[in-house]
């Protein structure tokens, strides 16, 4: 089993758009992916509600919620049999809460928005998740995606420059694109849309597929549930 995980603790640089995005593409190859949301704001959750039972099948659990009636590990349980798990992680989280997050994730998803408040956050966000969270350059574990992208602007230069400082790789470049808003408003993924509208869109995601199938290769993933973490 896989378990991607999505995280940057700067707010709207792109998490649930791309945890959602990537459900869709696995459930529209015939798996049957989880959806983890642990953002208390419910957005991946709220995008899967609006799904209806002919489209492809994700199997959402709602990480944020706590039910007293039902022990954690309960909550969280995976179905037998699942292929791959998209954790969608709220904004704010803390470097202390990173360690947990990350521990049982094949693969780290940095999003980052080109811009110098979100360039700044990522710098930090890469900072915790290598010196507090042990997430090791050499694993191929942690990938950065450069979000909302308009190309030959000074913006999207320095992104790449900053970039290439943290030696870290860009696994994927997507365009500033409406499209994601209005598929996410109809519960559906890109994938899911009109080819010829997307196609352009989509082109900016193979290289990130191409990436999520490459071995971690980090020794061994220990098992187990994220544990709750704290939140009001
Ligand atoms: N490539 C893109 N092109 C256009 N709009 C985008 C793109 N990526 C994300 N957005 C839009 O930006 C907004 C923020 O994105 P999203 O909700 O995915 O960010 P987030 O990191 O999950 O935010 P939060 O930290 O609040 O959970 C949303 O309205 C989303 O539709
Ligand atoms: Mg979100």
């Given at each position: 089993m896989q378990?991607?995980?999505?995280?940057?603790?700067?707010?709207?640089?792109?998490?649930?758009?791309?945890?959602?995005?990537?459900?869709?593409?696995?459930?529209?190859?015939?798996?049957?992916?989880?959806?983890?949301?642990?953002?208390?704001?419910?957005?991946?959750?709220?995008?899967?509600?609006?799904?209806?039972?002919?489209?492809?099948?994700?199997?959402?659990?709602?990480?944020?919620?706590?039910?007293?009636?039902?022990?954690?590990?309960?909550?969280?349980?995976?179905?037998?049999?699942?292929?791959?798990?998209?954790?969608?992680?709220?904004?704010?989280?803390?470097?202390?809460?990173?360690?947990?997050?990350?521990?049982?994730?094949?693969?780290?998803?940095?999003?980052?928005?080109?811009?110098?408040?979100?360039?700044?956050?990522?710098?930090?966000?890469?900072?915790?998740?290598?010196?507090?969270?042990?997430?090791?350059?050499?694993?191929?574990?942690?990938?950065?995606?450069?979000?909302?992208?308009?190309?030959?602007?000074?913006?999207?230069?320095?992104?790449?420059?900053?970039l290439g400082?943290?030696?870290?790789?860009?696994?994927?470049?997507?365009?500033?694109?409406?499209?994601?808003?209005?598929?996410?408003?109809?519960g559906l993924?890109?994938?899911?849309?009109?080819?010829?509208?997307?196609?352009?869109?989509?082109?900016?995601?193979?290289?990130?597929?191409?990436?999520?199938?490459?071995?971690?290769?980090?020794?061994?993933?220990?098992?187990?549930?994220?544990?709750?973490?704290?939140?009001?």
């Amino acid at each position: 089993m896989q378990r991607i995980v999505v995280l940057n603790p700067k707010g709207g640089s792109g998490k649930t758009t791309i945890a959602i995005n990537l459900a869709s593409h696995f459930a529209m190859q015939g798996e049957r992916p989880v959806l983890m949301d642990y953002d208390p704001q419910g957005s991946s959750a709220r995008w899967a509600g609006k799904r209806d039972k002919t489209q492809a099948r994700i199997h959402l659990i709602k990480a944020f919620e706590r039910d007293p009636r039902i022990t954690r590990t309960f909550q969280l349980r995976i179905p037998d049999g699942t292929g791959r798990v998209i954790v969608d992680t709220p904004a704010a989280v803390e470097a202390q809460e990173m360690p947990e997050l990350t521990r049982s994730a094949d693969k780290i998803l940095v999003p980052v928005l080109p811009s110098d408040i979100d360039i700044h956050a990522c710098s930090r966000c890469v900072q915790n998740l290598l010196l507090v969270a042990k997430v090791h350059r050499s694993d191929n574990r942690l990938g950065i995606i450069a979000n909302r992208v308009r190309r030959n602007t000074v913006t999207y230069q320095a992104l790449l420059r900053f970039l290439g400082t943290l030696r870290i790789p860009i696994i994927a470049t997507l365009r500033d694109s409406q499209n994601y808003v209005h598929a996410a408003e109809s519960g559906l993924g890109l994938q899911e849309m009109k080819p010829y509208d997307v196609a352009e869109d989509l082109a900016g995601w193979q290289s990130l597929l191409d990436w999520l199938e490459v071995p971690s290769t980090r020794r061994s993933a220990p098992a187990g549930v994220i544990q709750p973490m704290c939140r009001a």
